[in-house]
């Protein structure tokens, strides 16, 4: 058997659940809680499908005819929260 601190790890902030803190547990919950939330976030824009229009793009496209660049950006508000 090894040390639990060591298989978890020392900096993790979930360390705090082999504490007896309530406010250890209650920050090592909403860290969980967080990740979990975030990760839901990318799963639900995420697709299988290679044909649909999920690729990455440039934000600004500048045609070589002219000096006017176009906003081609779809970024909501949650998206520059996250």
């Known amino acids: 058997p090894g040390d639990e ?3 978890i790890g020392r900096e993790s902030v979930y360390s705090f659940f082999l504490s007896s803190s309530v406010t250890g547990w209650i920050l090592a919950i909403l860290a969980l809680v ?3 939330f975030c990760f839901s976030f990318f799963i639900g824009g995420s697709t299988l499908e290679l044909d649909s229009d999920k690729d990455w793009i440039y934000k600004f496209v ?3 005819d ?3 660049c ?3 950006s779809d970024v ?3 998206g520059w929260i996250y």
Request: charged share 35%.
């Open 5 to 7: 601190h060591d298989a």
């Open 34 to 36: 967080a990740q979990g």
């Open 62 to 64: 500048c045609p070589r």
């Open 66 to 68: 002219t000096d006017d």
């Open 70 to 72: 176009r906003n081609t």
């Open 76 to 78: 909501e508000l949650t």
